[in-house]
Nanobody, 117 residues
Framework: QVHLVESGGGLVQAGGSLRLSCAAS????????LGWYRQAPGKQRELAAT???????NYADSVKGRFTISRDNSKNTVYLQMNSLKPEDTAVYYC???????????WGKGALVTVSS
């Protein structure tokens, strides 16, 4: 089992910045990819960004150039730095971990980010 706990959500004005953190515990040695997904009201959950154990990153087109994902393997933590936030970035942001081998997926409970116009 892998346990994920997000922190850092909140309310911010358009154009502002927030940093989300996600701390992993449990069978952390099994984790390959960490990522952030988001779900806006009335919409399906979608990818925001992912990062592999070796540091390869992937971003949704909607956040490229504004969001940066990073991970500190020594702290078992993944971050999402969000800059130039827009009202359409308002969503619950979920931390995700995928293990190597069986590719099992784990989710955090989510952190609400609200961007006011």
């Amino acid at each position: 089992q892998v346990h994920l706990v997000e922190s850092g959500g909140g309310l911010v004005q358009a154009g502002g910045s927030l940093r989300l953190s996600c701390a992993a515990s449990g069978l952390i040695f099994t984790i390959d990819t960490l990522g952030w997904y988001r779900q806006a009201p009335g919409k399906q959950r979608e990818l925001a960004a992912t990062i592999t154990r070796t540091g390869s990153t992937n971003y949704a087109d909607s956040v490229k150039g504004r969001f940066t994902i990073s991970r500190d393997n020594s702290k078992n933590t993944v971050y999402l730095q969000m800059n130039s936030l827009k009202p359409e970035d308002t969503a619950v942001y979920y931390c995700n971990a995928v293990t190597g081998g069986l590719h099992m997926a784990y989710w955090g409970k989510g952190a609400l980010v609200t961007v006011s116009s």
